[in-house]
């Protein structure tokens, strides 16, 4: 098949397949590589090792190093969510609250923490790259022959945002997420290296953030950086999904209630306020999966029941006594800011004191006791 029509071809598949943007480059370095380099020696990646190992910068540099034959790489972009579907937690338990009786048993419901839009849904590793091997059988068809290829997303050490820029999907904006100018920025990125020549896209050169700074003041832990990167030390994102020590005591009054993530920088950008409003594929619907959880009841699962409940969940992958000592300091968070839920949230967190099996998820109740201005906090300690 002629090379035009070829790329066509694999184009309304894309679409078919339910990918939102696909797009076509090479894979030479990468454009921004230097600054990657320059974040990791300044070590704003803190305790993600394998971000910056020294395999993990050759790779980066390189991506023939993940599949040496390969000729084109193709990056495709999936929506997770419709700006309008935000949690909104906080102003509901304030609104429930104030009707409710004083005993625990009424209140527990609505202590909730919120979860980034991206894992709402099915675990997107999962999805995605079921999806990527249909697209590839496809490509194959259309082809005629059989490829070398390997798939990705956010599972291998490719700068996924800036070749998705070369692709001309969009630029990198202040908050360091992809930008697309007509659907924002709420989706997951992919890529496949094929075996395969195809006429790469014209760069997306444009910036479109413009003098627009809004990311950048709303962000709760002042870390986003001039260059357009995050330190990754104060991003809530990090310190609730990656990090596996103490979360550091500064910064826990800016988490609020983000038990998994942080969506802030991106709900605020204007270009998530225009986006089309795209359907986002089943897998990823809010109704499949979780936008907020019961604080009280991760402080009181098991793991194995974590492990159980989020089997199919990017929830997973903050563990059962990361999620447990987030929720710890999102329940700090909620007497702090609500006062007349401070006596219920201490007596709760020091029923769990005295049985949570895990030490560091202890320690977090501790300076929760320490921190929540009531009799029943004070008695406790
Ligand atoms: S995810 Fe949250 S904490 Fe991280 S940069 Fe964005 S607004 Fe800041
Ligand atoms: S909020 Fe403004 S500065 Fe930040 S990424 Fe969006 S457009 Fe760019």
Not at 84 to 91: E, W
Request: aromatic letters at 8%; hydrophobic letters at 35%; glycine letters at 4%.
């Amino acid at each position: 098949m002629e090379s035009a029509s070829l790329v066509q071809g694999i184009k309304a598949k894309a679409e078919e397949l339910g990918f939102d943007r696909i797009g076509i480059t090479t894979p030479d370095e990468p454009t921004h590589y230097d600054i990657y380099q320059s974040w990791i020696k300044s070590a704003f990646h803190g305790e993600m090792e394998y971000l910056s190992n020294s395999r993990s910068q050759i790779c980066r540099r390189n991506p023939r190093e993940l599949l040496p034959e390969c000729q084109s790489i193709i990056v495709l972009a999936t929506r997770y969510a419709n700006p309008n579907h935000f949690s909104r937690s906080l102003p509901s338990i304030q609104s429930q609250t104030n009707q409710l009786t004083t005993d625990s048993s009424s209140i527990e419901p609505f202590l909730s923490g919120k979860i980034a839009a991206y894992a709402w849904g099915k675990d997107y590793h999962h999805v995605l790259k079921k999806r990527m091997k249909m697209f590839i059988r496809a490509i194959e068809e259309l082809c005629g022959r059989s490829l070398k290829y390997r798939v990705f997303t956010d599972s291998a050490p490719i700068l996924e945002r800036d070749l998705a820029q070369r692709a001309g999907l969009g630029w990198i904006g202040k908050n360091s997420c992809l930008i697309d100018p007509e659907i924002g920025s709420f989706f997951f990125l992919s890529e496949i290296l094929l075996d395969l020549a195809l006429p790469p896209d014209s760069p997306f050169t444009a910036d479109h953030c413009g003098k627009c700074n809004r990311c950048v003041t709303a962000c709760p832990t002042e870390c986003i950086l001039p260059n357009r990167t995050i330190d990754a030390r104060r991003c809530i994102a990090y310190l609730t999904i990656e990090s596996r020590t103490a979360l550091p005591e500064p910064l826990r009054p800016a988490l609020d209630t983000w038990i998994f993530g942080c969506d802030i920088c991106q709900t605020v950008c204007p270009w998530n306020h225009h986006a089309i409003n795209l359907p986002v594929i089943p897998e990823f619907q809010r109704d499949g999966g979780s936008s907020e959880l019961n604080l009280v009841e991760i402080l009181q699962m098991s793991e194995a029941h974590f492990n159980e409940r989020f089997a199919e969940s990017p929830i997973r992958r903050t563990k059962w006594q990361g999620l447990a000592r987030n929720a710890a300091v999102a329940l700090t968070n909620l007497a702090k800011n609500n006062p007349q839920l401070s006596g219920i949230i201490a007596e709760i967190l020091t029923k769990v004191l005295k049985t949570h099996p895990d030490a560091l998820v202890r320690q977090h109740i501790v300076w929760s006791l320490q921190h929540i201005n009531s009799q029943s906090a004070k008695e406790a300690l």
